[in-house]
Every structure is written in C-alpha cells, then in structure tokens.
C-alpha cells in the first residue's frame, strides 16, 4: 500500500511532468505566430487565452460552492499574487518571446532548461528547500548546458541577446514559482486565473496604445494555445508545488525543453547541431542527478 507522502509524491510528480509537456509544446507553435504578431501583444493573448478559458473553467466547478472557501485567495496573499502577475504573468512571457526572435526554435526550447536552475536557487538560497550534492551537482551541469547551446561563433551576437531574454524569463518564472509555492493550497485554478487575466489584459492594452495591433487571423490560435499550454499547464504546475515544492517541481518541469525542442523539429523545419546534443546530453544528466537526488 501506498503511503501518504508516496501518494502526494506521484500527484506531484504527475502533475510536474504534465504541466512540463503542455509547455514544452508552447515555444515551437508561438514561435510561429510570431510572424504575425509582436512579442508583447502575443504574450498578451496568450495569457488572455489562458485566463478567459480558466474562467469558464472555474466558473462551471464553483457552481454552488461558497466564494469565500478555505481554498479560495484571502486578503493576505494579495502582496504575493501582485508580485506573481508581474513577474511570471507579464515580464517572462514577453521576455521569453522577445528571445524566440533572434534565437531557433531548438535552442530556446533548451534554455528553457535555466528556470528548473533558477526556480531551484532560488528555493534553497531564499526559501530554505535543501538539496542533497548530487542535485547541486545536476544544477551546474542544467547551467553547462545552457552555456554550451548558445554558443554560436556565426551568429553571437544575435543568440547572446535572445539568450538574455530568454533567461531573464526563466528567471522570472523561477520567482513566481517559489512565490507561488507558498499559497498552492489555495484554489490553483483561482490563482492561475488572477495571474493570467491580470497579465492578459494588461500586456494586451499596453501593446495596444504602443500601436500593435491584432491580426484576426491569430486570434483563435493564439487564445486557443494559451488556455493549453500557459492555463492548464500552470494549474498542473500549482499542484505539482503543492505536492513536491518548487525545488523537486523544478525537475520535472526541466523535461519542458525537451519536449518543445523536438517538437520544433517537424514544425519549424528544424536540426539538432553538434552543439545541441552535447548541451541536451549535460542537462539531462544534470535533470537525472536532480531526480535522483532527491530520493
């Protein structure tokens, strides 16, 4: 028989590894909607996707439930909800496709691996989540990797810039991780809702007034994909913080970039390089040294 902490454990585990699929697949699909719409109005609809379908969702399980639930968000998380709508609902997701831009489908789909780094210093240096050695270990060789993938003697110039962007998003979303951590008993479907319409709406009108505009013919994709891949993904991310903590998620979540750096492969007309292998091989020995560090 299973025990309790076995239990949590594999809802936990479940949870990260689902929520990690849904947004591996983000990168490759909205690096193609890019070519249609600026960085800052598709970071917008996606999360307004996400937020617009979460609704719906919360709308039809809340049916006859109290609003004022134990589970539900309370006055005192306020602080740390603003804090996660700005980081990880407004600043990463711009910041992650103002990167996609100048760097392949591949390669930022690896240095996504960068936030399981960050997501996890962060938990150990400020939240006081302990890691054993080998998932200290594990980390550097997640970090050795992103080093190696952005190495691009022809083109260094643009892969530095996209690699910034997209590691400030990583970093980002390492802090609404560990933010988040802290109030994942509440309603996760309540929290990713706030984030993500908050986030939504005010990157969509601040791109508005900046004079992007919207092209009708995204418009379906883009909300559609945010509701997958930002939406259900983050609810199956709260879990998984719930359930393991924001050190352990960040494992299971490091599989994201390996599922969007395949996927970018028959979507985008893309190649592995020799660069990318031996980056891809280093994070996942570092990923495997994390798992196996903490059992």
């Not at 603003?82 to 591949?106: D, E, F, K």
């Not at 599989?255 to 891809?280: K, M, Q, Y």
Request: proline fraction near 4%; glycine fraction near 12%.
């Amino acid at each position: 028989m299973k025990t309790r902490a076995g239990r949590r454990y594999a809802i936990g585990a479940v949870s990260g590894v689902g929520s990690a699929i849904l947004f591996g697949l983000s990168a490759p699909f909205a690096k193609i909607l890019l070519r249609k719409a600026s960085p800052w109005l598709l970071a917008g609809l996606l999360y307004l996707g996400a937020g617009l379908g979460l609704s719906i969702v919360r709308l039809l399980a809340d049916a006859g439930r109290s609003a004022d639930g134990p589970d539900h968000l309370q006055r005192q998380d306020l602080p740390r909800v603003l804090a996660i709508v700005v980081a990880g609902g407004a600043m990463g997701p711009v910041l992650l496709l103002v990167g996609l831009t100048r760097v392949s489908g591949v390669v930022g789909s690896l240095l996504l691996n960068l936030e399981a780094v960050f997501t996890v210093s962060l938990a150990v240096l400020v939240y006081r989540e302990r890691l054993s050695r080998l998932e200290s270990l594990g980390a550097l060789l997640v970090i050795a990797g992103a080093v190696v993938v952005t190495y691009r003697p022809d083109t260094w110039r643009a892969d530095v810039v996209g690699a910034i962007a997209i590691g400030g998003a990583c970093f980002s979303w390492a802090l609404d991780n560990n933010l988040t951590r802290q109030i994942s008993a509440r309603s996760p479907v309540q929290i990713v809702q706030v984030k993500t319409l908050s986030a939504g709406i005010g990157n969509v009108v601040l791109a508005a007034i900046a004079g992007h505009r919207t092209p009708v013919s995204i418009l379906p994709a883009a909300l559609l994909l945010g509701f997958v891949s930002y939406g259900l993904s983050i609810v199956l991310d709260v879990y998984a913080l719930r359930y393991v903590g924001a050190a352990r998620e960040a494992a299971f979540f490091a599989i994201a970039p390996f599922v969007g750096a395949v996927a970018a492969i028959p979507l985008l007309h893309e190649r592995f390089t020799a660069n990318d292998f031996g980056a891809g091989a280093l994070m996942a020995i570092g990923i495997a040294l994390v798992v196996r560090g903490w059992h």
